[in-house]
């Protein structure tokens, strides 16, 4: 009966030692509903200014839903000003509170969409609408008079339907849309070689 229950338990403690899971592999989940009491006060949250966008051109496929973020601030796409066709390449997404308030943003791994036009102005890569996000949970804040990267983007100089862009002039176009609040980046000129 004894040698029953040292086997027993030895199962069982090589069993739990490959069922741990720790804080790091457990996937991000959305923030707890307001209803739920807080065990530390929250970040004091960002207020939206009212609906008056500043837009795109019209034909623009970012979403432009929410309202644009009430406190100063500049977003730019950090990044190579070139690439070659096939070649993908990474542009960051930056805000610089200019504001005396932090900006706090409790936002999701894909909140930043971009699009690319070409020299005339037509969206040559539209936002995909098709693309696969995880539902992680990233915490962007921001002091005063602070720059923070918010998410990268890339591009590998194709058109939305994979072929390769002939060489020339194009702008990136990209939008934060995420946390209630929309941020606008300055357009950002690449130009793509041979």
């Avoid at 432009?64 to 070139?82: D, K, V, W």
Wanted: net charge negative; hydrophobic share 40%; glycine share 8%.
């Amino acid at each position: 009966m004894t040698l029953r229950i040292l086997l027993t338990a030895a199962v069982l403690t090589s069993s739990l030692a490959q069922a741990q899971t720790t804080i790091f592999t457990i996937p991000a989940l959305p923030p707890k509903s307001s209803a739920a009491t807080p065990t530390t006060p929250a970040p004091t949250p960002t207020t939206p200014a009212p609906a008056t966008p500043t837009t795109p051109a019209s034909g623009s496929t970012l979403p432009m839903t929410n309202p644009m973020l009430g406190t100063a601030h500049s977003a730019n796409l950090n990044g190579p000003g070139s690439l070659r066709v096939g070649q993908a390449t990474t542009w960051t997404f930056t805000l610089t509170n200019q504001g005396e308030q932090a900006i706090n943003l409790q936002h999701g791994a894909c909140d930043v969409r971009f699009e690319v036009l070409d020299a005339a102005g037509k969206v040559v890569r539209a936002n995909p609408t098709n693309t696969v996000c995880t539902m992680q949970l990233v915490i962007t804040d921001v002091a005063p008079g602070e720059t923070m990267d918010v998410q990268d983007i890339r591009w590998d100089g194709r058109d939305s339907a994979g072929k390769a862009l002939p060489a020339g002039e194009y702008t990136i176009r990209a939008v934060f849309s995420g946390a209630g609040v929309r941020i606008m980046a300055e357009e950002f000129p690449v130009t793509i070689e041979n």
